[in-house]
């Protein structure tokens, strides 16, 4: 089965940075896009940044002056280097890989999710 595996969070002050990593294991091909979301106690999940197998990439507002999300070329690994944090970016951060499987005719979706990893901005 395909398992996504973050790592990186931890505590930071404000104004410091942070790497996240995620690592996928058990895939079979490709994904066609890779994300980062997170979710605050209390709070909808949102998304924050999402990356393409190019090299579009879409940030939220909120971040996009200070996050930047990367992509293995040759393999389902992504990365958020996340700079300038704040108390705000508070929250369990979650790696998502989605798209569609195509073969011929056939199209079958896809989605997972890893389990996450804690990043706390205090001071």
């Known amino acids: 089965q395909v398992q996504l595996v973050e790592s990186g969070g931890g505590l930071v002050q404000p104004g410091g940075s942070l790497r996240l990593s995620c690592v996928s294991s058990?895939?079979?091909?490709?994904?066609?896009?890779m994300a980062w979301y997170r979710q605050a106690p209390g709070k909808e999940r949102e998304l924050v940044a999402r990356?393409?197998?190019?090299?579009?990439?879409d940030y939220t507002d909120s971040v996009k002056d200070r996050f930047t999300i990367s992509r293995d070329n040759t393999k389902n690994t992504v990365h958020l280097q996340m700079n300038n944090l704040r108390p705000e970016d508070t929250a369990t951060y979650y790696c998502?890989?989605?798209?569609?499987?195509?073969?011929?005719?056939?199209?079958?979706?896809?989605?997972?999710w890893g389990q996450g990893t804690q990043v706390t901005i205090s001071s």
């Open positions: 990356a393409t197998r190019g090299t579009t990439a």
């Open positions: 998502n890989a989605n798209g569609e499987y195509k073969w011929g005719s056939s199209v079958r979706p896809y989605e997972y």
């Open positions: 058990g895939s079979r091909f490709r994904f066609d896009a």
